[in-house]
């Protein structure tokens, strides 16, 4: 069943149509990528979603119908304008807000301790917030984001000011709450995040729906007719259904004629005895796939 089912949404801001006719579900137990460019309607869907604003048309269902005081409790939101009180100390900090999502006050701060401890924040727990680095108010904001045990994850940025070390362990994180059958929906410009963490996307620009599906199947999708090849012999002086050979790295890039297919090239090879170390399908990277996607709609506007 899907966590999210967002259905036709729209909403304006006077004569601005930031979310416009936005249609996606998130599967329960998914890592979802909500991605666009700056200004695309990605935190009024998420605000709309979180019920914080009412769409104009659309409609959408969270964790099995309309949204409700208690299944607020049943979500972690880590926003992108970040909400820690400055002055106080980050434990008093924390407990205060994992207290705000139901947990009684002694298992609250068991569990603080307990996920302070996992972040590397422990030793801190005595400074003011406004005292941390920021990748440490990052991961501050994290504990807030996933203390209550929530079933669906909304995270804006997760890893922002995280150094590599911090960055591997949130993903990991992130992977055990899939693991532990948590829904989570991922907003970031980091591509290769994404990547390698998101089973499924939607990619928004200017409130419209451009992408949406399998990454594997839109990265297909966009496949062009090129393939990649690490020869350890010499090539053939002329490859039929190729025109162009491209020197690239420790191997080759074969652009294909139009009605030639790879499989054709590769038996030729074979074929012909070339040994093979390498034979790939070229494949965009989802960042190339966004720049791609986004400049062909700046252009037709
Ligand atoms: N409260 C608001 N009042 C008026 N306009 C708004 C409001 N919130 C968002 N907008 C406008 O709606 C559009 C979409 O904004 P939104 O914040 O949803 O984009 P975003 O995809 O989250 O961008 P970013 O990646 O920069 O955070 C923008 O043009 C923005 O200026």
Redesign the pocket.
Known sequence: MATIQAHEIVKR?GN?T?VNQVTFNVEAGEIFGLL??????????IRIILDIFKPDSGSVEVLGGTMTEDKKNRIGYLP?ERGLYQDISLEMCLNYLVRLKGLKPSYAANRVSELMKQFDLYDHRKKKVKELSKGMQQKAQLIATLAHEPDLIIVDEPFSGLDPVNTQMVKDLLRQEREKGKTIVMCTHQMHQVEELCDRLVLINHGKVMLYGKINEIRRNYASHEVIIHPLNDLPASLPGVVQVEPVNSGYLLHLERNSSPQEILKYLVETGVALEKFEIAMPTLDEIFIQVVTAQEEKA
Do not use: M
């Open positions: 801001f601005q930031a666009g460019p700056n200004g695309a309607g990605k935190t009024t869907t992108e």
